[in-house]
């Protein structure tokens, strides 16, 4: 009997140390409280960890298309964002079920909430190259603000460790987001009726949906948005088989063009203009084609639709296009690309940090994928681009625009090669904004009829990227208009470039007659005017547009040979009281004649 009693006694201490020993360990493990949920995941919070078990957030990095390194750091607001958050552990063994959740304060510290990784836990450590092994926060469009901060809170389910808690970043305070304000980007697209010359058929780009041209753009590009205008036709009607655009000269001669509808039409600001022509069905591409070209830098550009009348390589091209409108020179990688920015940091044309397409969660290795101002295939936005981009979008918004009036003005406008030889394009006359001249490295003079300059006007041209083996500028701009001039030549550095000048001592009385006074015939959409004769060069015509009785004017073709005209796919009829204008210039001089249709 003695004997049994002892045995219940050891039992009896053996159960008491057991207890003794769980109590330790519950103290050491801790309590699972305070449920939250993440998804179908139940996530118990908070916990402790593993003694010998250290987590540590190793950075946070803001994404809007590319990770950005420190030389090129900058985060637009209301900009589609993911925040990736690396982690990593004092641990050689890989650590499972970890999470985090942000919270964010707006610019007060006022609290706007927590959210949770969109992929919900991952497995430490965090690679760069593994989107799934980080924790990603796709931020609600309520925190993508100047001023906003955040912290995090981090967990390891079902781990101990000596932290006692969460892991926190940053360890005391908040973050800020840095995000600065940029406005959105405004595009008009022009869509170009093209007329190839010694060609009776005409070629047009997809205009019932242009997501096949403005799906990269908002990805690359450092907006919040881009708001895009569809504007009406553009005819392209070239006037000699050079200006095709099978052939360089064509494509500088319709950017010259379009820049030049644009100015007539009142276009300026930071608003960007984009023809998109379909050059490939006209002309094909065999052995290489050039696909756009853009003033550098410049409001206007032109590309093609693809390859037809709408294939969404047609986008590339005008993002290509674009970042030339906004000072960006080449990235050199296929080797082709001319005149390149020697700055660009990283070698063969590689993007250099890992780009991120935010909407589709797509992760783009710099190995495989490279700048977008190259010629390369596989092309995304280096932070390199993006940032330059930036700051020139930033820097031309705090520049205030020269003073400006209206008045009676002339348009002149040109193409200058290898600053050797210019082209002359014919002059229009109109009421226009002018702006103010400033210093420029060329000069335009005025000539009267014994040699002497009249007037001289300033002015920088705009180089044109894209065309290859020469240094190709466009200008074109208004200026008050010169009484009695007979000659117009381009200097610069002391050299005359380029020079057109007229027979007639009195330009006034220059052409021949003024039969484009004759009744204006219309037969559907075909226009059909009188023929101007001049006595010095051949005469060519601008037609013009108003809905409104004359207050604003819609250019419908510029430097037209012929005394007819269709009209425009997008204008089917002309309805009584619209008015129509026949301008016609030999090149330095005009006469204009206004109709109202229906008298």
């Known amino acids: 009997m003695v004997h049994h009693r002892r045995s219940r006694r050891k039992a009896f201490y053996l159960l008491a140390l057991l207890g003794l020993v769980f109590s330790l360990l519950s103290q050491s493990v801790g309590v699972q409280s305070q449920v939250s949920e993440i998804g179908d995941n139940r996530l118990y919070l908070p916990i402790s960890f593993k003694s010998d078990l250290v987590l540590v957030i190793d950075s946070v990095r803001v994404i809007q298309g590319v990770t950005l390194s420190d030389a090129y750091k900058v985060h637009i607001a209301n900009r589609d964002t993911l925040v990736r958050v690396f982690v990593s552990s004092g641990s050689e063994s890989p650590v499972s079920s970890v999470t985090a959740r942000m919270c964010a304060y707006n610019q007060r510290g006022e609290d706007l909430g927590c959210i949770f990784p969109d992929n919900g836990y991952i497995t430490t450590p965090s690679l760069e190259a593994d989107l799934n092994s980080t924790m990603n926060y796709s931020l609600p469009t309520s925190w993508l603000y100047p001023g906003y901060s955040f912290h995090i809170d981090l967990y390891v389910n079902n781990s101990i460790s000596n932290n006692q808690g969460s892991v926190r970043y940053p360890e005391t305070g908040v973050q800020p987001f840095n995000f600065v304000t940029i406005p959105p980007l405004e595009v008009a697209i022009i869509p170009i009726e093209y007329r190839p010359y010694f060609d009776d058929r005409v070629y047009k780009p997809r205009t019932d949906n242009y997501n096949y041209l403005t799906r990269m753009p908002v990805k690359l590009l450092p907006f919040p948005t881009i708001n895009y205008h569809s504007q009406p036709f553009m005819v392209y009607q070239p006037n000699q088989i050079e200006h095709n655009l099978d052939n360089a000269l064509g494509w500088v001669r319709l950017l010259s063009q379009l820049s030049a509808q644009v100015n007539m039409e009142g276009g300026s600001g930071s608003q960007k203009y984009y023809g998109v022509v379909n050059s490939y069905e006209a002309h094909g591409c065999s052995g290489g084609c050039i696909t756009g070209i853009a003033n550098l830098p410049g409001n206007t550009a032109v590309g093609w639709s693809g390859f037809g009348a709408g294939t969404s390589i047609a986008s590339e091209t005008l993002t290509h296009e674009l970042g030339h409108n906004f000072g960006r020179s080449h990235t050199v990688c296929s080797g082709d690309e001319s005149n390149p920015d020697m700055s660009y940091p990283y070698s063969g044309g590689s993007i250099g940090q890992f780009g991120l397409d935010v909407a589709a969660g797509l992760l783009l290795p710099p190995q495989n994928h490279f700048d977008y101002m190259s010629y390369c295939d596989q092309r995304w936005t280096s932070?390199?681009?993006?940032?330059?981009?930036?700051?020139?979008?930033?820097?031309?918004?705090?520049?205030?625009?020269?003073?400006?009036?209206?008045?009676?003005?002339?348009?002149?406008?040109?193409?200058?090669?290898?600053?050797?030889?210019?082209?002359?394009?014919?002059?229009?006359?109109?009421?226009?904004?002018?702006?103010?001249?400033?210093?420029?490295?060329?000069?335009?003079?005025?000539?009267?009829?014994?040699?002497?300059?009249?007037?001289d006007w300033s002015f920088t041209p705009y180089a044109i990227a894209d065309v290859d083996d020469e240094n190709v500028y466009n200008f074109g701009f208004f200026i008050p208009v010169v009484e009695d001039f007979v000659g117009l030549r381009i200097v610069s550095a002391g050299k005359i470039l380029g020079e057109i000048t007229s027979s007639s001592s009195n330009l006034l009385h220059d052409f021949a007659s003024e039969v484009i006074a004759e009744k204006l015939v219309i037969d559907g959409n075909v226009l059909r005017w009188g023929a101007e004769k001049s006595w010095s060069n051949e005469v060519v015509y601008r037609l013009r547009l108003s809905t409104d009785n004359g207050s604003t004017w819609m250019v419908l073709g510029i430097d037209i040979r012929e005394t007819e005209f269709t009209l425009p796919a997008d204008i089917d009829t002309l309805a009584d009281g619209m008015w129509i204008e026949v301008q016609a210039s030999y090149g330095l001089n005009t006469v204009s004649k206004q109709y109202v249709v229906g008298d």
């Open 383 to 455: 932070d390199y681009t993006y940032k330059g981009i930036f700051d020139y979008v930033h820097q031309n918004l705090s520049i205030t625009p020269l003073g400006q009036e209206h008045g009676d003005s002339l348009y002149i406008s040109g193409t200058i090669i290898d600053n050797r030889e210019v082209i002359l394009y014919p002059i229009y006359r109109q009421f226009a904004l002018i702006p103010e001249q400033s210093i420029g490295s060329h000069r335009l003079e005025f000539l009267g009829s014994e040699g002497a300059v009249l007037m």
